[in-house]
């Protein structure tokens, strides 16, 4: 099924596992019926029709764009800076993923194992400054595996809320606070491995401590040199302008991907008053959230942007021999 004009160059495509709501699909898929054959022609659609791409992802919360002649970092860097968003950068950023950057605005997803699922997250949603949007490119799709599930978090909140309203209250009046530990020296083989020295942009224990006081964070030095850390009071969920609540953190990530959290989930996630979350909350809101979500299957030149705060991401584990590249450009708040 297609919606578009005889003289666009793209259609606007419906696939049987999208996601429909009353006044939206999830996610808007964008596909070049052929005139977009440059990246030129692609920027000028682009800046054509701006407008109304940007009111189908307020709405849907994720775009793809499928079809388009996006084949490099280099491409995928001006396709995405031809929105005229402004850049929020890795090293800026409070990320515990280790990446690798391609361009300035352009770095790797995620460094993680293919066999290590990242579980559904708001990006940086743990941290005090997350971006507002995720552009992904998808340089070369994994043989098996590798999508990048979707989930409409607004819609997850609404499920709670009918489910449980209590728990929900909770989250929405007593926030979240988080504790991580940053590893001495980057791992590349954990989720969430960067090191403290390369997560606060920082060379020495004085100016960590100086920059955790700046954010409101509580620390601890460990023995082997790295740093526990507790964030202020963040959200766990947030208001949108068009009156929609969404579950806003981190908190499916930490529960179901950091080492040992599911055991104890206190040592990373609690209320923002320090009072546990109950263990089964935690189980049923992961559960839940597997009912709003869309797995996005990967083509080579795929190009996706997410609503960070309408939609969360996370990435499937894959195999098979073929790398899988899917790159990443963030683009900062301006709320
Ligand atoms: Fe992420």
Known sequence: MTDSTATSPVEYVSVATQHTYKDSVFP?????????????????????????LEARLAKSGALLFRG??????????????????????????????VRINFTERVFTANEAPKDVEIFLHHEMAQTPISPSKLFFFCQSAAEEG??????????????????????????????LKYTTTM?????????????????????????????????????EWLE?????????????????????????????????????????PSSAITFGDGSPIPKEGLERVSV????????????DGDVAIVDNYRAMHGRRPYSGERKRVVLVALVASER
């Open 68 to 97: 388009f002649p996006i084949e490099s970092a280099e491409t995928f860097d001006t396709f995405s800076a031809g929105f005229g968003y402004p850049n929020f950068t890795y090293q800026e950023s409070l990320s515990n993923a």
């Open 28 to 52: 808007q898929i964008v596909v070049n019926n052929g005139r977009c054959k440059t990246v030129a022609d692609t920027m000028a659609f682009v800046r054509e029709n701006q407008s109304e």
């Open 146 to 175: 590798g999508a990048t599930p979707l989930c409409r978090s607004d819609k997850l909140f609404e499920a709670l809320k009918a489910e449980d309203p209590d728990l929900a209250r909770d989250f929405k009046e007593k926030g």
């Open 183 to 219: 590893p001495a020296a980057n791992d590349a083989n954990s989720g969430q491995g960067r090191s403290w020295k390369s997560t606060l942009s920082v060379a020495t224990v004085e100016a960590a401590e100086a920059k955790l006081k700046e954010l409101g964070y509580h620390w």
């Open 288 to 299: 839940l959230a597997e009912d709003f979500t869309f797995d996005l299957d990967w083509q």
């Open 224 to 264: 082997d040199g790295s740093l526990k850390a507790i964030t202020p009071v963040l959200p766990a969920v947030i208001d949108l302008d068009d009156g929609s609540e969404v579950f806003y953190n981190q908190l499916i990530a930490a529960y179901m991907g950091w080492k040992g959290v599911r055991q104890n």
